[in-house]
């Protein structure tokens, strides 16, 4: 029996010693599979919104320049880790092959399977691209992808359509983390409310504070606040750029009689965002910075710099029941349900 490194080290090329997302270059050599890997058949790959968005940028949004660029960068690196904004994103596909030693796992070639860790660790090689989505950030494609021995992922439910699941197990770690930290009665702020992780952090942030909590959802276009307004949540909308710090420090001072938040929650798509959030947010509160577009040291020094004292959690991908969770607010939702299914099913 050949056993891989559970963790997928032995397909690091370069730099030697390091483990796949920091690493610049795996195998993606399927000819050979380890007997603890799972071969996936790749359909969709599910660009992570900061890398999209920057990727988008780029190629001037011409669809063939955005595929040009995925290509080049899944042929030098092995996998489709953004060299820009560092993120990845996730993919939907079949299982093709199950190594020898995961025999036992509840999962038979042929499934529909979506994977729950990053792009940037995967290894992952793209035959051909078939469509490339905008709106959706979903690129259609020929390819092949192998998950590690600790890589999870999760099978596609049978009751909600492909697409429309893989959008929402992409940021599943979002409303999941949500559930868990907040507390009845709290007021939470979600900037980049308006967006895919940030309406299912909506709705579990009105379960969760309850009728004595206040939710207030922060998007830049009018298009953002509409989707607010759709989604059937008790949520405070509030149009604006995160960017503009004071702006929205006075905002929220207007919206909660000048307690601020106890919670403020970052799940926008762009870069500067974070002395917004630390503002937003009272003292002894928490900032939970879900967006890859987020600069450590800004946020570090920021709050450093404005004497606040908070606690700031990194937006782990992964919290346990995460896929569950995620998945449910569409089942509890069914405006929510609506504005996803017409967006990406
Ligand atoms: P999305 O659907 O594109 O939503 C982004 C949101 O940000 C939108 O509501 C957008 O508002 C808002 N926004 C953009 N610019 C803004 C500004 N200047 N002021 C206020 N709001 C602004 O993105 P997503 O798919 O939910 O992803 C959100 C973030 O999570 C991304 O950074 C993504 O990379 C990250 N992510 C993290 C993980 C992790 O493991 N931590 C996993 C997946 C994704 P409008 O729509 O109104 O313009």
């Keep these: 029996m050949t056993l891989g490194c559970p963790y997928g080290t032995h397909r690091v090329l370069e730099p030697k010693g390091v483990f796949p997302q920091p690493a610049l270059r ?31 940028h ?110 929402v197990l992409d940021v599943a770690g979002a409303p999941a983390q949500t559930a868990k930290i907040v507390k009845p009665g709290d007021t939470v702020v979600v ?14 942030a009105c379960k969760r504070t309850g009728v004595t909590g206040k939710v207030i959802g922060l998007s830049h276009s009018a298009a953002g606040i509409e989707r607010m307004k759709k989604s059937g949540l008790p949520v405070i909308p509030l149009q604006g750029d ?42 002894r509160g928490i900032v939970y910075f879900f967006s890859m577009a987020t600069s450590f040291t800004a946020a570090a020094l920021g709050a450093e710099g404005i004497g606040k004292d908070l606690t700031m959690l990194v937006g782990n991908g992964y919290t346990e029941g995460h896929a569950e969770i995620a998945l449910e607010v569409l089942r509890e939702n069914l405006h929510l349900r609506q504005l996803y299914e017409r967006t990406y099913a």
């Design 26 to 56: 795996l195998n993606n050599d399927f000819s050979i599979l380890y007997d603890n890997e799972i071969l996936i058949e790749v359909e969709i790959l599910n660009i992570d919104s900061a890398s999209f968005t920057q990727i988008k």
């Design 58 to 167: 780029q190629a001037d949004g011409d669809p063939a320049k955005i595929a040009d660029i995925l290509l080049k960068t899944v042929a030098q690196r092995g996998k489709q880790h953004n060299p820009v904004t560092g993120s990845g994103g996730m993919l939907v596909g079949k299982i093709k092959a199950i190594g020898s030693a995961l025999q036992q796992r509840p999962i038979q070639v042929g499934d529909p399977i979506a994977t729950l860790v990053s792009l940037s660790l995967t290894p992952l090689r793209i035959d051909d691209i078939i469509a490339v989505h905008k709106e959706t950030e979903q690129v259609e494609i020929r390819g092949e992808a192998v998950l590690f021995e600790s890589g999870i992922y999760a099978k596609l439910p049978s009751d909600l359509p492909q697409k429309l699941a893989l959008a």
């Design 191 to 204: 900037i980049g409310g308006g967006g895919k992780s940030g309406l299912l952090c909506l709705h579990e």
């Design 242 to 283: 995160a960017r503009d710090a004071l702006w929205v420090l006075h905002q929220i001072e207007r919206l909660t009689e000048g307690r601020l938040a106890d919670l403020t929650i970052n799940v926008v798509n762009i870069p500067q965002t974070e002395l917004g959030s630390i503002l937003a947010t009272k003292n």
